[in-house]
C-alpha cells in the first residue's frame, strides 16, 4: 500500500513537470499553426514588408519590428548607464544605512505592474514631450523613456546582484594597493562581475522587448515606420494588443499571430543567451 | 596634477556621477509612486467599493465589478498554478536531482518565467476563447496560471533544495516512505520558502494585463459567471485611463492606486515571512 501511493505521487509530480516541457512546445506549435495561413499567403515577406492595411488585407510587420527594435534600443541606450550608477551606488558607495532601504525601493518598484507605469507615462509624460518636442507627444521617443523607467528597478536590482557577489577581499587588496574607488570599481568589481552584469542587461532586453503595457498607452499604434522619433509608432506586442480583440478576418488574426511567434522567438533566444551564455545558474543546496 | 591625484580626481569624479545617476533614477520612479498616491489618495472614496461602472460622465461609478472579477481570476489561476507548481517543483528538486531532463525542465521555466505575457494572451486565445466563441473568465484564468506555474515550481524546487539532505535521511531512517518524507519533513522546512514564492507569484500575476486584454477582456458589470468575459483592475485601469471622460480616468487612477498597495503589500509580506524565517 505504502508503495502504491509512493508511486502515484512519484508520477505525479513527474507528469506535471514534463508538462511545463510540453505546456512550452505547445504554445510554439499553436502559434505556428495558427500563423500559417499568413505564412502562406506572405511568406518571408511578412516581415519586409512596411505596408499594414487590414482593410486592404495586405500585412506586413517591419513597421511592428522597427518600433519595437527601435523602442527597445532607447530604452536600452537609456536605462544601462543609470542602472550601472544605481548599481554602483548600491554597492560600493551608499553607507550601509542607505544602502538597504534604497535597496528594498529599487526592489519593490520593480514588482509595481507595468500598466502603472504606462499610465503614468501617459498622463505625465506624454505632455512633456508634447512640449518639449512638440507633435502630439504620443511617440517612438516617449516609449523608449517610459520603457526604460519601466526596466529600470529590475534592471538596477540584477546588475547590484551581480556587483555584490565580488568577493571583499578581492576590494580589500586592491585599496591595500592604494587603489581609488574608481580603480577598484573598473579594474576589479566590473571584470568579476562582467558576465552577470551583461547577462542582466540581456535579461532586462528580453524583458522590455516584450513589454506591452506600459508601452501601449503612449506609443499611438502607427504602422508607419519614420525616422522622426516624436512621431506615433508601433510594436510588435503593441500592435497584437491594440488589434487582436478586434481582427475580422482569418489572415487578420493570422498575421497577428505571426506577430506574436516572432516575438515568442525572439525573446527566446534573447533570454536563452542570457541565460545559457552569461548566467549559468549556480545550484543551491546540496 | 599628478598622476595620484588625477586618480583620485577621476575617482570622485565617478562616484558623483553614479550617485547622481541614482538620484535620477530613484527621483523618477518616486515621482511615479508620488502621482499614484496623490491620484489614487483623491480618487479613492467608499462607494467605489460598492458601485458597478457606469456610463462615463454620470460621476457616480465604482470598480465592484473589476474588484470582484480581478480577485476570481487571480484565484482561480492561484488554484491550479499553485498545486501543479509546486508538485513539479517537487519533482525537481526531489526526483529528477541532477538529471539532464530535469536541467531541461529547470532552464526551460526560467525562459518561460521572462516570456512576454501577450503572447502567452495570444496561445490561449488561441486554445480557449477561439474554440469557445467568445471570451471568457476562465480563459483569462487559464493565461494566469501559465504565468504562474513556472515561477511557483522554480521557487519550490529553490526553496525544497535548501533543506538539508539530513532531514531527509533522519526520516528515511525511520522508514518513512518517500512521499511521507517528503509532504511531513521536507515541506515543513521549506515552508516560508514556499509561501513566499507563492505569494509574489500571486503578486506577479494580479499585475497581469497584457494577457488578460483578449481572453478574460472585459465587462463594465459585475459577472461572477466565469464562462463569460470578466473585468479585472488592469484591464478597467486601461480602458477608463485611454478614455476621454475625466471621471473615468479618476476611477483608473483608484484602481492603479488599490492594486499597486495590494501587490506591494504582499511583496512586504513575502519578504517577512523570509526574514522571520532566517531570524528564527
Do not use: C
Not at chain 2, 159 to 166: A, F, G
Not at chain 2, 225 to 244: E, F, I, R
Request: a neutral charge; charged letters at 15%.
Amino acid at each position: 500500500m505504502k508503495n502504491i501511493i509512493d508511486t502515484i505521487f512519484a508520477n505525479a509530480t513527474r507528469a506535471i513537470a514534463f508538462g511545463v516541457l510540453l505546456l512550452l512546445a505547445w504554445i510554439f506549435t499553436v502559434l505556428f499553426e495558427h500563423s500559417l495561413e499568413s505564412l502562406q499567403a506572405f511568406g518571408f515577406d511578412f516581415i519586409l514588408e512596411d505596408k499594414w492595411a487590414p482593410n486592404l488585407e495586405k500585412f506586413g510587420a517591419l513597421p511592428a519590428i522597427y518600433g519595437s527594435v527601435v523602442s527597445t534600443f532607447l530604452a536600452m541606450v537609456l536605462a544601462v548607464p543609470v542602472a550601472m550608477g544605481i548599481a554602483i551606488f548600491l554597492s560600493e558607495i551608499a553607507h550601509a544605512k542607505l544602502k538597504t532601504p534604497v535597496g528594498i525601493s529599487i526592489e519593490l518598484l520593480a514588482a509595481i505592474p507595468s500598466v502603472i507605469y504606462g499610465m503614468w507615462g501617459l498622463f505625465y509624460f506624454v505632455p512633456i514631450i508634447r512640449d518639449v518636442f512638440g507633435g502630439v507627444g504620443i511617440s517612438m521617443l516617449t516609449a523608449g523613456i517610459v520603457l526604460s523607467i519601466m526596466i529600470l528597478p529590475f534592471m538596477a536590482a540584477v546588475t547590484r546582484d551581480a556587483m555584490n557577489t565580488t568577493p571583499d577581499i578581492l576590494k580589500e587588496s586592491a585599496y591595500a594597493l592604494g587603489a581609488t574607488k574608481w580603480d577598484v570599481i573598473k579594474d576589479v568589481v566590473i571584470p568579476y562581475a562582467k558576465s552577470g552584469i551583461i547577462g542582466s542587461f540581456i535579461l532586462a532586453l528580453g524583458r522590455a522587448i516584450g513589454e506591452t503595457m506600459a508601452v501601449t498607452f503612449v506609443m499611438g499604434n502607427v504602422h508607419k515606420i519614420s525616422t522622426n522619433l516624436t512621431e506615433p509608432a508601433t510594436s510588435i506586442p503593441v500592435a497584437l494588443a491594440n488589434e487582436f480583440a478586434e481582427a475580422d478576418s482569418d489572415l487578420y488574426y493570422s498575421s497577428l499571430f505571426e506577430l506574436a511567434l516572432i516575438l515568442l522567438v525572439v525573446s527566446f533566444v534573447i533570454i536563452s543567451i542570457a541565460k545559457f551564455y552569461f548566467l549559468r545558474r549556480k545550484r543551491v543546496g546540496q | 596634477m599628478t598622476h595620484t591625484q588625477k586618480r583620485i580626481f577621476t575617482s570622485q569624479v565617478v562616484m558623483v556621477l553614479s550617485t547622481a545617476s541614482a538620484v535620477v533614477g530613484i527621483g523618477f520612479l518616486f515621482w511615479i509612486l508620488g502621482v499614484l498616491i496623490i491620484n489614487g489618495v483623491d480618487a479613492l472614496t467608499l462607494t467605489i467599493f460598492t458601485t458597478e461602472g457606469t456610463p462615463p460622465g454620470s460621476g457616480s461609478g465604482g470598480l465592484k465589478h473589476a474588484l470582484v472579477g480581478q480577485l476570481m481570476l487571480v484565484f482561480y489561476a492561484s488554484m491550479f498554478g499553485v498545486p501543479l507548481g509546486v508538485l513539479a517543483g517537487t519533482y525537481l528538486s526531489e526526483y529528477s536531482q541532477k538529471s539532464k531532463i530535469g536541467e531541461m525542465i529547470r532552464d526551460i521555466s526560467d525562459i518561460m518565467m521572462s516570456a512576454p505575457s501577450i503572447v502567452i494572451g495570444a496561445f490561449v486565445y488561441a486554445i480557449v476563447v477561439a474554440p469557445m466563441g467568445h471570451f471568457s473568465g476562465w480563459a483569462g484564468s487559464i493565461a494566469l496560471t501559465i504565468i504562474m506555474l513556472p515561477i511557483v515550481l522554480r521557487t519550490t524546487d529553490d526553496m525544497l533544495q535548501l533543506v538539508p539532505s539530513t532531514l531527509r535521511e533522519a526520516a528515511f531512517a525511520l522508514g518513512a516512505p518517500k512521499y511521507k518524507v517528503i509532504l511531513q519533513v521536507v515541506y515543513r522546512g521549506a515552508k516560508a520558502g514556499i509561501l513566499t514564492g507563492i505569494l509574489l507569484a500571486v503578486a506577479r500575476v494580479g499585475g497581469e494585463t497584457a494577457p488578460l486584454l483578449f481572453t478574460s477582456f472585459n465587462d463594465n458589470f459585475l459577472n461572477m459567471d466565469m464562462m463569460q468575459p470578466v473585468a479585472s483592475l488592469t484591464v478597467t485601469m486601461y480602458n477608463y485611463a485611454t478614455s476621454p471622460y475625466e471621471d473615468w480616468q479618476k476611477l483608473g487612477w483608484a484602481a492603479a492606486f488599490i492594486l499597486s498597495m495590494f501587490i506591494l503589500a504582499i511583496n512586504i509580506l513575502g519578504r517577512l515571512i523570509l526574514l522571520k524565517k532566517k531570524v528564527k
